[in-house]
């Protein structure tokens, strides 16, 4: 039984085809796509209201240059969203729950952002490593530690998303078991189960949309340390 919980965050293979990017890309087919008409319907309506909200909100902080990341941010926001939110749906897979794919976005652009303060503010972006007015003592020290904690950020990206969406969706499949083997047994423990299951659900549908947005908001934290 306990092997069987984790089998749902293995890659769905049909006839030896890993189907890992199809559930990648079929949400995008979901979203209405823009029209020159200059009335849209109301879905359209609320999708452009959300990015305009959201890219404001986001890139406030940063200044002129940093603003063409904007379009970037926002489709890796609305990538994620669509991801964590599906993913909560029964007989379905979550591709966010792969730390591979959590690491393939987050050390990329991290890295970017790091090449990018090296090529427009080399000493500014170094200054970070050796915090002023340090003892010279701990000079040597503190350069060793803040390289680590630098190199460790795209690592924190991809394990913090990864392990939230794991915990929930083994939280929601123990509790579902517990409450189907309780309903002949004890039903009033069931059906109390069932409504914490219930409860449980809407918390990881806010921690879907929340774990999607601290992504994006630690990359943009990251951009505006290095432009």
């Known amino acids: 039984m306990a092997v069987s919980f984790f089998d749902q965050f ?8 890993p189907l890992i990017a199809l559930a990648i890309s079929l949400p995008w087919v ?19 209201w959300f990015l305009g909200r959201f890219a404001n909100q986001l890139m406030m902080p940063l200044n002129v240059g940093g603003h063409k990341w904007a379009l970037l941010f926002a489709s890796l926001m609305i990538f994620l969203l669509s991801m964590n939110l599906l993913g909560l749906l029964p007989y379905t897979f979550t591709p966010t729950t792969q730390l591979s794919l959590n690491m393939g976005l987050a050390v990329p652009l991290w890295l970017a952002t790091v090449i990018i303060g090296l090529r427009k503010q080399l000493t500014v972006s170094l200054a970070h490593l050796l915090p002023e007015g340090t003892p010279t003592a701990l000079v040597p020290v503190l350069i060793v530690i803040e390289t680590i904690s630098l190199f460790i950020r795209p690592l924190a990206l991809g394990v913090r998303l990864t392990a939230n969406l794991t915990a929930g969706h083994l939280l929601i499949q123990l509790i579902s078991t517990a409450a189907f083997v309780l309903l002949p047994l004890m039903p009033t423990v069931a059906i109390l189960t069932t409504i914490l299951l219930f409860l449980l659900t809407l918390l990881e549908v806010a921690v879907a949309m929340i774990q999607a ?5 630690l990359l943009s934290l990251y951009l505006q340390e290095n432009v």
């Open 10 to 17: 293995m890659s769905p293979v049909f006839m030896g085809i």
């Open 30 to 48: 979901l979203f209405p796509t823009p029209s020159s008409r200059w009335l849209t319907n109301r879905v359209l309506t609320l999708q452009n």
């Open 213 to 217: 947005y601290v992504f994006v908001l």
